[in-house]
């Protein structure tokens, strides 16, 4: 029972290691969704066509803020349910319970911090001269991918196999503004697909606010015509059987300096381990692991920020 909050708080350098968060940003993190949890399992108490008198059933082991906990360790180190029931002095069956009921909230939680940039407020006032052709204001949009298990029917694990990971994956598309704030998520979609058609699919260009851009790699030359307003930019292609050109080679340097915050930002999502070790749970509630560490993620840069 070492990991509950009460042991574990008295030991920042652990805390961090196990949750990714410092004991101050986790407090702050508990006493906002506390009662949200304990409103929904007070929702669930009390719903209609319920068989058992509310205090009726077996009691949770943990009480919401040890639950949340052991949500947060889940998703930084992705124990298997037997360790992470050792580790909380519980049962497996709690730790299942306990995932299903805080990960759905922690989701909503993360999605509630993602905001589009908004061109009233937060207008850049210089931008190289070299990006001149670029929106001005821009979100930066890459994909990652994830392991997973094999599919056993061979035509589905066919659509799941990535050529460019020689592994079976699932893609999942984020978008952050330049402050390194994730505000769009787009998950679970099969190894193989094309980082533009997954832009295409998730329809973020069109859900943009006026004078927002987006930003890519070479992986997204053509996205200015998913953008009402054509507002999209990539590197510049080297010229077939020609030598890049040297203004060339200063533009994708400034550009890469513009676009590096998001490969910054997918090593940080990353560095959850339900994120980056290969996907046990057969792709189920994949999204909602991503929105939920994204939003942890946005706290912490809300937090250092503030300080």
């Given amino acids: 029972m070492i990991t509950r909050y009460r042991h574990l708080s ?11 968060l410092d004991v101050a940003a986790f407090d702050a993190l508990a006493d906002e969704l506390v009662p ?31 639950r949340l906990l052991l949500v947060v360790v889940w998703l930084r180190r992705y124990p298997t349910y037997e360790v992470l029931g050792f580790l909380f002095g519980v049962a497996k069956p709690i730790v299942c319970r306990a995932i299903a009921e805080i990960l759905p909230i922690l989701e909503a939680s ?27 204001l821009a979100v930066i949009v890459d994909t990652f991918e994830q392991p997973v298990q094999r599919p056993t029917a061979r035509a589905e694990a ?6 460019k990971k020689k592994r079976h994956t699932i893609k999942t598309q984020v978008a952050i503004a330049e402050d390194g704030r994730f505000v769009d998520i787009c998950g679970d979609a099969v190894g193989p697909m094309a ?47 020609r030598e890049r050109p040297a203004e060339d ?11 590096v915050a998001v490969e ?21 509630h994949h ?11 946005n706290r912490q840069l809300e937090a250092a920020k503030a300080a």
């Fill in 264 to 284: 910054h930002r997918i090593g940080r999502l990353r560095t959850y381990q339900a994120l980056s070790q290969a996907d046990r749970h057969h792709r189920r």
């Fill in 158 to 163: 066919d659509r799941w196999y990535s050529g």
């Fill in 249 to 259: 080679i200063a533009y994708n340097r400034a550009f890469a300096r513009r676009r």
């Fill in 110 to 136: 993360g999605r509630d911090t993602m905001r589009m940039p908004d061109p009233g407020r937060h207008r850049r006032h210089r931008l190289d001269a070299l990006l001149a052709a670029t929106p001005e």
């Fill in 36 to 66: 949200v949890i304990e409103r929904a399992v007070l929702g669930r108490r009390r719903r209609p066509g319920r068989t058992r008198r509310p205090g009726g059933g077996r009691p949770f082991e943990l009480d919401a803020r040890d």
């Fill in 287 to 297: 999204r909602r692991r991503v929105a939920a560490v994204a939003g942890l993620l």
């Fill in 195 to 241: 980082d533009l058609t997954l832009l295409e699919a998730s329809g973020l260009a069109g859900r943009l606010p006026e004078g927002v851009g987006v930003l890519g790699d070479l992986a997204y030359v053509g996205a200015a015509r998913l953008h009402p307003g054509g507002l999209a930019a990539t590197p510049r292609r080297k010229p077939r059987g």
């Fill in 10 to 20: 008295g030991h920042p350098g652990p805390f961090r290691a196990l949750t990714g």
